[in-house]
Structures are given as structure tokens and as C-alpha cells.
């Protein structure tokens, strides 16, 4: 059977993009919501991201995992948001953050207290880093080699792997000054 060459290379088109959303499609999701506060925005960031993957599928050159250009897309989508409103960067208000926490019926545990109060305390930290650690810190959560995420980002191993440690001594100096032991 002879399949024109365009409606042939949509087929793989469409192939490629439904196995490398199959293969990455929640972590496409959690960087977004690494980026973005608001349940409205991370899903607008998500489907967008999206979009544009299968926009620029063709121009995918297997010069590195496809996981890593799609981490790529995703992460320069979610900065083009962060781009055209700069009311993203503000601090986690109070209201946002209880309209996020579920709050049970019954008096929560310690322990599920503390896990509370540990995600309230990185995601108040996570909106004051800047854009490109805040990359670096999601990329890393979605366990991406250093080579890997030197390739998203476009900055060396060595200073990915600076600035990696750079900002864990920042969460922990915060944490320790801030919030250890409060709530």
C-alpha cells in the first residue's frame, strides 16, 4: 500500500507525539506546577505545553532524549507565561495557599501537620528563587542527570551542578532560620 509522503509523515508525526506524551506526560505536568501556583494557570501551562510540542515535533533532531527536549519545551513555555504576567512572581498569598491545603474533618496528625507546613514552606521558597533555579529545582525533583539538565537549561554541567547545591544550601539556611519547628 503507497501512503503519500505528507499524509505518511503525519502519521508519524501524530505516533511520535502520542508515545512522548505516554512516556512524559506527568512530568510535563508537575514542572508546571513547579512554575505556577494557581490550579488555572498550571493547566493552562500544561495544555500549552502541549501545543507547542506538537508544533515543534518535526524540528526534533535526536541530538539528545526526546525527554529532555520536551523538558526543554515545557520549561521555556512556562517561563514565556511567567514572561507576559509578572504578576506570577508575586509570594503565595495566604487565601491561595488555603484554597490548596485540604483541611480533614478531624484534628490532623503531627505528622501530616508538619508535612503541611514543609510543602507551604517550599512552595513560599520556590516563588522567591529566581526563574532559572527554579528550572534547575524542578528538573532535578523530576530526577534529570546533570548532562540533562545542562541541556534544558543551556548552562554548563559544572555550573548546573554549582547551582544545584547553591540552592539546597539556601533551602536548608532558610528552612533552619525561618520555619524549623514553627507550626
Known amino acids: 500500500m503507497y501512503l503519500n509522503p505528507v499524509i505518511q509523515?503525519?502519521?508519524?508525526?501524530?505516533?511520535?507525539?502520542?508515545?512522548?506524551?505516554?512516556?512524559?506526560?506527568?512530568?510535563i505536568f508537575r514542572i508546571c506546577r513547579y512554575y505556577f501556583t494557581d490550579k488555572d494557570d498550571y493547566n493552562d501551562a500544561f495544555q500549552e505545553s502541549l501545543i507547542r510540542i506538537?508544533?515543534?515535533?518535526?524540528?526534533?533532531?535526536?541530538?539528545?532524549?526526546?525527554?529532555?527536549?520536551?523538558?526543554?519545551?515545557?520549561?521555556?513555555?512556562?517561563?514565556?507565561g511567567l514572561r507576559?504576567?509578572?504578576?506570577?512572581?508575586?509570594?503565595?498569598t495566604s487565601t491561595t495557599i488555603l484554597e490548596n491545603i485540604h483541611i480533614p474533618d478531624a484534628e490532623p496528625i503531627e505528622e501530616d501537620h508538619h508535612a503541611e507546613h514543609k510543602l507551604e514552606f517550599f512552595r513560599r521558597f520556590m516563588q522567591h528563587i529566581s526563574v532559572v533555579d527554579r528550572m534547575l529545582v524542578s528538573l532535578y525533583l523530576e530526577e534529570l542527570s546533570t548532562k540533562e539538565m545542562a541541556e534544558v537549561t543551556g548552562l554548563s554541567e559544572s555550573n548546573v551542578r554549582v547551582k544545584i547545591h547553591r540552592i539546597k544550601e539556601q533551602i536548608k539556611k532558610e528552612w533552619e532560620e525561618n520555619d524549623n519547628g514553627i507550626g
Do not use: G, P, Y
Open 9 to 27: 509523515n503525519k502519521m508519524s508525526k501524530e505516533h511520535l507525539f502520542r508515545q512522548a506524551i505516554q512516556e512524559n506526560e506527568n512530568k
Open 54 to 80: 506538537w508544533q515543534n515535533i518535526d524540528s526534533f533532531r535526536n541530538e539528545s532524549k526526546m525527554s529532555t527536549w520536551i523538558f526543554r519545551v515545557v520549561a521555556n513555555t512556562c517561563l514565556s
Open 84 to 92: 507576559r504576567d509578572k504578576k506570577r512572581k508575586e509570594l503565595i
